[in-house]
């Protein structure tokens, strides 16, 4: 007996009106090659956003003296699926965040807002960013 080959596809049934109403879209779209085009993108944007809203945008992801590093998961793309790694900087009374070029950003805020980084500025001395 030869062996089953592995396959690559398996089917999902959804209601009749669905697949109508797909169908209907995939002809006045042509970017999508075929309904199984459409519900693989569909699907696979569903379940990114559905991790995005379980997951904080962002989390502290490593710390230092000099700064700390931000996980930004809107900052995903193809190339990072998890987001990108941000890294603010401080500096006596400033946070400075490279990726935004800014002292002023989300990223700054979520850094300043860490109990880790205000104990930082605290032992050097230094007033904490407004």
Same mark, same amino acid.
């Given at each position: 007996?030869?062996?089953?080959?592995?396959?690559?596809?398996?089917?999902?049934?959804?209601?009749?009106?669905?697949?109508? #109403?797909?169908?209907?879209?995939? *002809? #006045?779209?042509?970017?999508?090659?075929? *309904?199984?085009?459409?519900?693989?993108?569909?699907?696979?944007?569903?379940?990114?956003?559905?991790?995005?809203?379980?997951?904080?945008?962002?989390?502290?992801? =490593?710390?230092?003296?000099?700064?700390?590093?931000?996980?930004?998961?809107?900052?995903?793309?193809?190339?990072?699926?998890?987001?990108?790694?941000?890294?603010?900087?401080?500096?006596?009374?400033?946070?400075?965040?490279?990726?935004? =070029?800014?002292? =002023?950003?989300?990223?700054? =805020?979520?850094?300043?807002?860490?109990? #880790?980084?205000?104990?930082?500025?605290?032992?050097?001395?230094?007033?904490?960013?407004?």
């Amino acid at each position: 007996m030869a062996p089953k080959k592995q396959q690559h596809f398996r089917g999902i049934s959804l209601k009749r009106e669905l697949v109508d #109403e797909i169908e209907k879209f995939v *002809k #006045e779209y042509p970017k999508y090659k075929s *309904k199984a085009d459409f519900v693989h993108e569909a699907v696979r944007v569903r379940m990114e956003q559905i991790r995005r809203i379980e997951e904080p945008r962002l989390s502290h992801f =490593n710390l230092t003296e000099h700064g700390v590093r931000i996980q930004d998961r809107a900052l995903a793309s193809r190339y990072s699926p998890k987001g990108m790694i941000v890294d603010v900087y401080f500096k006596p009374g400033k946070a400075w965040c490279e990726f935004c =070029n800014s002292e =002023n950003c989300d990223h700054v =805020n979520f850094a300043i807002d860490l109990p #880790e980084v205000q104990e930082i500025f605290r032992k050097r001395g230094w007033d904490l960013p407004e």
